[in-house]
């Protein structure tokens, strides 16, 4: 009998012990897979503070005090049904000194001014004359698929003639439905 270098057992070994390995699958084999999208939410993002709307002088005829509030912006992705819509309400508190009488809601008014619009939706300002009670600001109709409205509406407050000196503030709440 005759006796096989070393060598050549170790690449029989070697060739052996990868023979029976598996091949690998297919690479035409399809693999499922899925995502899930769930409703968005309809939301209204509004400026924190607005800060000075404006200053005039006290005068025996009164006059208008008018400036911008900031940025409204309302964002619907909901994928709601076609046609559907939201309305953008407001409604704000009257302007109170420290101390002395006050300047009412009524003589408060609101313009939303320019809409920028993302999506399909019919938008209307609304421009409420006075902001005593929930008032619709900006109302979007016909909508179908996601959209969003921003706006920087402009708040003007009347001044009674002989109004005290003194600095008004007040609250101004929107909503959304």
Do not use: E
């Amino acid at each position: 009998m005759r006796k096989l270098p070393v060598q050549l057992l170790a690449v029989g070994v070697f060739a052996l012990a990868f023979s029976s390995v598996v091949a690998p699958a297919s690479a035409d084999q399809p693999t499922s897979a899925t995502v899930t999208v769930t409703g968005g939410a309809l939301t209204i993002t509004v400026p924190p503070d607005a800060g000075s709307l404006g200053t005039r002088p006290n005068s025996v005829q009164g006059g208008t005090i008018s400036g911008p509030l900031g940025q409204v912006q309302v964002n619907d992705a909901r994928s709601a049904a076609a046609g559907s819509g939201w309305v953008a309400s407001v409604i704000a508190t009257a302007f109170t000194p420290p101390s002395g009488p006050a300047i009412a809601a009524s003589a408060v008014s609101y313009d939303a001014g320019v809409i920028v619009k993302v999506g399909t939706a019919t938008y209307t300002a609304n421009n409420p004359p006075n902001l005593t009670g929930v008032v619709p600001a900006v109302t979007a109709t016909g909508i179908t698929g996601d959209n969003s409205a921003t706006w920087t509406p402009t708040i003007s407050v009347v001044v009674p003639g002989g109004t005290a000196a003194n600095v008004y503030s007040a609250t101004i709440t929107h909503s959304l439905v």
